[in-house]
């Protein structure tokens, strides 16, 4: 019966129609182009982004090369919503795993013979490339010019009064040109040359690159040459009236803009070559001055979009440099529209930084931090008055969070608060900007109830929703950076490299003039950030919620791995500071590390990931009292410090800093004890104790000291083979003290156990040891060999036969008799506070040999 009804089932579905290509753009085209005639009803505009909207869906998913994103896409949108963070990361393995049932796992892949696995690999080629191409012909289908399928999309953008909607709109045309593969930049110049009212897609081409044609791929992607005759007209759109009857050249002019600001996004060399040679055959940047100028709020807004991205791609930015020498930038800065404000703040941002002239001066800096700061209380002044105000006369929405009111769209297409957090972002890598940023700063003329901006990001991340916003990249890299100073990051720089800061620094002086050297010290000096600032910089963060912010940040940003790894690495930063320690794991740095899971087999990224919480949990509880802690939070961290510990790709920093969170938790009580026996940590730390890291070693090694007396540890040390390191250790104070000390500490902890002092006294160096430590002359291990051989005598029988046999007594009497007189023998020899100590401590236990061996 199975096996009927799966082969019908199987029969029905080839006979399922697929939607033909004409349907689809017929529809989409359709969707792009209506328009509500009645824009003056506010119900009615908001309706009218609907059908828009849902032609980008539609676009979306036809044009997807990644049909597995488009199946967990999909799977997310009909996944239960959860309050809870653990509910919410259960969906998202549900999720997950729905998206993949189709798909052979890693394991299934193992099983396979090298032939079958060869056909498998085979197979997922030729799946992803038969993708790739439906995708590439359909977005060829699509923005054809006989379709007109781009056309109607850029008159949408362009004419929508709705900046959310155009930026979606700019977006989806920057997916689908992304789809082309990085050697098909002439494919894509075909498919948009005329919208470009660019007469030949060659322009600026190299003679080289003529010689190669178009490539060999261009069978499905040809646009048939269009006679001159033949125009562009917005015939479909000039019925409507609006922006393209009244002013045709403009909104052509905003069409074209909205277009390269999409290619600049999507595919960013095609989008340089269009805003160089191919709009309007390369009359682009006069044809942006002129949007500029045009005093058309939208066209304004294109205008400052394309600045926007155009700045972040390093061979567009120099093409800028006229708009910021003229002040034509100075006209979208002034404008009373937040949107246009904010994209021009952007681009001002990034090509000041990129100018070393520019960012040298102050003033400049903190008028954009001035700017970037408005950006991000416009948002709240224009909700209180829009359609997503706060005002309500009704008992749910007064019972609201301040926030909450605030921030009603936190986590949508927020553009001006978008755009002031991306230029803060640029600003924050400044030093004075730090200070100012973590000092409360206000601009002049701020209303006197304005919030300061350090408060108001805080505020902004801790908004419903706020991680799976666009912004939420850009907080955590705020939040990164004010914890860290400019010297740092240079050093981290450096890391895993062959050649040091230090090293490098002094290659670079011996090129340098002397003047050079001179201005570049006074800049360093200028930039300086010293330790003792940035702790005390650390510590406002903390004082401002910051480390609360980094966790909402952190529970949100499930599905992006950068986001979640600048918060993680700002945390570990912040963590470095010991005085704020207790505040993060109040605020829930600790707890939101711990439940950090990245499932069973993380790739390299999410390893990353790991291992920075993992980090930062070492951190946070080297220095922090066991005791403050939860059962729950003691045990749930034995395991990921651990893994830490064994993780070869972690820094020597972090291996110490994870035996040393480990020595503090296993010393507290038996149960944190069982918890790392349970997790294989004995042979864990063992392992460690053969770091090539010194510090390392010595951790380890302590933290082993702090497992006894479980009966694991002292079943592990009775081992003769595991004996003979640990006395070894012991008599190797020479090279290594602090190693030393920790490991003759063990035996001394570990000796009252008569099993463990039978296995003692057998051990082949036993004698030595004794003998060696006691005439050391180290205070410190003289100290504890006294203690061992204390409880060596105290055991009786053949322990005390060894402790005698090694010629003990004879070594206490005379140290008794020669350093009896405590107060001259401190005046002989200059002992500090801690040797006057275990100088009594040590005569005070030969006397007690002495007596037991009498």
């Known amino acids: 019966t199975s096996s009927s009804s799966s082969s019908s089932s199987t029969a029905a579905a080839k006979f399922v129609p697929e939607v033909d290509k004409s349907s689809v753009c017929r529809a989409a085209k359709a969707a792009f182009s209506w328009r509500s005639s009645n824009h003056d009803d506010v119900a009615t505009a908001r309706n009218g982004t609907k059908a828009p909207r849902a032609a980008l869906d539609l676009l979306s998913a036809w044009t997807a090369s990644d049909l597995d994103a488009l199946d967990a896409a999909s799977d997310a949108c009909y996944a239960p919503s959860s309050s809870s963070s653990s509910a919410k990361q259960s969906d998202g393995k549900r999720q997950q795993d729905r998206a993949v049932r189709h798909k052979l796992t890693v394991e299934d892949v193992r099983r396979m013979k090298p032939r079958q696995v060869a056909a498998h690999r085979k197979r997922e080629g030729e799946y992803q490339r038969a993708n790739t191409e439906r995708a590439l012909q359909h977005i060829a289908a699509f923005c054809s010019v006989e379709v007109g399928g781009l056309d109607s999309m850029l008159a949408c953008a362009a004419r929508a009064e709705d900046h959310r909607l155009r930026r ?17 930049d002439d494919d894509v110049k075909k498919l948009i040359c005329k919208a ?24 499905t992607l040809t646009i048939e040459e269009l006679d001159e005759e033949k125009e562009m007209d917005d015939d479909d759109d000039d019925v409507h009236g609006g922006k393209e009857g009244s002013n045709a050249e403009l909104f052509a002019m905003m069409k074209r803009g909205q277009l390269t600001a999409s ?28 949007l500029i100028a045009s005093d058309d709020p939208c066209a304004m807004s294109i205008a400052s979009e394309l600045v926007s991205t155009a700045s972040s791609v390093e061979k567009s ?8 020498e003229e002040g034509t930038l100075e006209d979208l800065l002034m404008h009373p529209d937040a949107d246009v404000r904010s994209g021009a703040a952007s681009c001002a941002a990034k090509i000041g ?3 070393k002239a520019l960012s040298a001066d102050d003033g400049e800096v903190m008028g954009l931090l001035d700017v970037a700061i408005e950006l991000l209380f416009d948002e709240d002044e224009d909700d209180l008055g829009g359609e997503g105000g706060v005002k309500s006369s009704s008992k749910a929405t007064s019972s609201l969070s301040t926030t909450e009111q605030a921030l009603p769209n936190a986590a949508g297409d927020s553009t001006s608060m978008d755009r002031g957090v991306e230029v803060l972002a640029y600003l924050v890598s400044k030093t004075f900007v730090k200070e100012n940023v ?15 901006v350090l408060q108001r990001l805080v505020e902004i991340a801790c908004a419903p929703q706020s991680g799976d916003a666009q912004i939420a990249y850009g907080l955590a890299g705020i939040f990164n950076l004010l914890s860290v100073s400019i010297e740092t990051l240079r050093k981290e720089a450096f890391v895993g490299k062959e050649i040091t800061k230090e090293q490098y620094d002094q290659l670079q002086a011996m090129g340098k003039t002397e003047e050079e050297k001179d201005a570049e010290a006074k800049n360093d000096e200028r930039e300086g950030d010293d330790p003792t600032s940035v702790s005390e910089r650390i510590r406002k963060l903390a004082n401002a919620n910051v480390p609360r912010a980094m966790v909402k940040l952190l529970e949100g940003s499930r599905n992006s791995d950068a986001t979640q790894e600048k918060l993680l690495e700002g945390m570990g930063r912040m963590a470095s500071e010991t005085s704020v320690r207790g505040i993060m794991i109040q605020q829930g740095c600790l707890t939101s590390c711990l439940q950090l899971d990245k499932g069973d087999k993380p790739n390299e990224m999410e390893k990353k990931i790991l291992r920075h919480a993992r980090s930062c949990v070492a951190k946070l509880l080297v220095t922090t009292n066991p005791g403050i802690l939860t059962v729950s939070q003691r045990s749930g961290a034995v395991g990921p410090l651990l893994k830490l510990v064994k993780d070869s790709d972690a820094l020597d920093l972090m291996h110490f800093e994870a035996l040393m969170s480990l020595t503090n938790l296993a010393g507290f009580d038996n149960e944190t004890k069982n918890r790392v026996v349970s ?6 730390l063992s392992y460690a104790m053969f770091s090539d890291h010194e510090m390392a070693r010595q951790a380890a090694t302590e933290a082993m000291c702090n497992m006894i007396p479980h009966p694991e540890m002292m079943e592990y040390l009775k081992k003769t083979e595991n004996l003979r390191v640990w006395v070894a250790f012991s008599l190797d104070y020479e090279e290594n003290f602090a190693c030393a000390r920790a490991s003759l500490g063990c035996l001394a902890m570990a000796v009252p156990e008569p099993d463990f002092a039978k296995a003692l006294i057998q051990c082949k160096n036993f004698r030595e040891l004794i003998r060696t430590l006691m005439e050391c002359g180290q205070l410190e291990l003289m100290h504890r060999v006294l203690v061992l051989i204390v409880g060596l005598v105290e055991h009786g029988g053949e322990c005390r036969e060894s402790v005698v046999a090694a010629g003990v007594g004879p070594f206490c009497e005379g140290y008794i008799q020669n350093y009896h007189d405590e107060k001259k023998t401190m005046k002989d020899f200059s002992f500090s506070p801690a040797e006057r100590g275990s100088l009594s401590a040590t005569l005070s236990l030969a006397k007690e040999v002495v007596q037991l061996l009498r």
């Open 317 to 324: 930015r120099p093409l800028l440099l006229p708009l910021v």
């Open 196 to 219: 470009l009212a660019c007469t030949d897609w060659k322009i600026g081409k190299d003679e080289e690159d003529n010689d190669d044609g178009g490539g060999n791929g261009m069978s």
């Open 353 to 355: 930084l990129a100018s």
């Open 438 to 452: 973590a000092n409360g700063y206000k601009p002049k003329g701020s209303p006197p109830n304005r919030k300061p």
């Open 263 to 290: 290619l600049l996004v999507g595919k960013p060399d095609v989008g340089t070559w269009a805003l160089k040679y191919g709009w309007s055959d390369g009359n682009g940047v006069e044809e942006l001055k002129e």
């Open 679 to 684: 997790q294989k940590g004995i042979p864990t």
């Open 168 to 184: 979606e709109v700019g977006m989806q045309i920057g997916r689908m040109v992304s789809v082309f593969d990085e050697g098909r």
